[in-house]
């Protein structure tokens, strides 16, 4: 089955400094990865994806991942990081039977001091 | 833009009560989710739904049942709430794979 893995609950990071938020996948087959962020009390919103193509996906708000094969892994990340940054955030895979189902991993808090 | 609108945001029920989540979403979407946000857990799937009167259980639906009798309405009932199902309820529309639109949640407290 596949998963996808937050192996950091927290991160803490200054303001200006570079942001990365890390995100393993297990899967078989090729992957489509997805990055959410949830605001205080508000639902989860899209940041990104990659589905094929460039390993260098760039989405909202100035964040952009980066899809490593050989890692198996999906990182998050944000060259200079903002106050309005701080939130939850969440990587996900699409279920490989059913493709219209996305399995979440347990979310990486993060807050960006200033 | 795609709104997905859950008619709740608070909720407070007691115990034994039954009690109706209810999402709405506005783009036609054919896929439709319920997931349950709990800290440290992060989203488990309770159910979806593909089409309308069409339903699948997701990872943990013990204690719940879904309607879907219109496309772009899909109901959550908690046939009779109990204190661990307080949680953060979060409804998603999708269309195929392209990824999920949710709403702004409901926070439900069952005392």
């Known amino acids: 089955a596949q998963s996808v893995a937050q192996p950091e609950d927290q991160v803490n990071v200054a303001e200006g400094n570079p942001l990365t938020v890390k995100c393993t996948y297990s899967?078989?087959?090729?992957?489509?990865l997805f990055w959410y962020v949830q605001y205080p009390n508000r639902g989860l919103q899209f940041l990104l994806k990659?589905?094929?193509?460039?390993?260098l996906v760039k989405g909202s708000y100035g964040f952009e991942a980066e899809f490593n094969k050989s890692q198996t892994s999906f990182h998050l990340k944000k060259p200079s990081a903002l106050v309005s940054d701080s939130a939850l955030y969440f990587c996900a895979v699409r279920d490989m039977r059913n493709d219209y189902k996305l399995s979440f991993g347990a979310g990486t808090t993060v807050t960006v001091r200033a | 833009d795609v709104k997905v609108t859950q008619s709740s945001r608070y909720l407070v029920k007691r115990t034994g009560e039954k009690v109706f989540l209810e999402c709405v979403q506005d783009?036609?979407?054919?896929?439709m989710f319920w997931y349950r946000q709990d800290p440290g857990l992060g989203l488990r799937l309770i159910y979806f739904?593909?089409?309308?009167?069409?339903?699948e259980k997701g990872d943990i639906p013990e204690g719940y049942s879904v309607s879907r009798e219109k496309k772009e309405r899909f109901s959550l009932i908690l046939e009779s709430a109990s204190t661990n199902q307080t949680s953060m309820y979060l409804c998603a529309s999708s269309f195929i794979s392209y990824g999920y639109t949710f709403g702004s949640g409901t926070r439900l407290t069952v005392v």
């Open positions: 990659y589905i094929t193509g460039d390993n």
């Open positions: 783009m036609d979407h054919e896929n």
């Open positions: 739904s593909y089409d309308v009167k069409m339903k």
């Open positions: 899967v078989s087959g090729n992957p489509y």
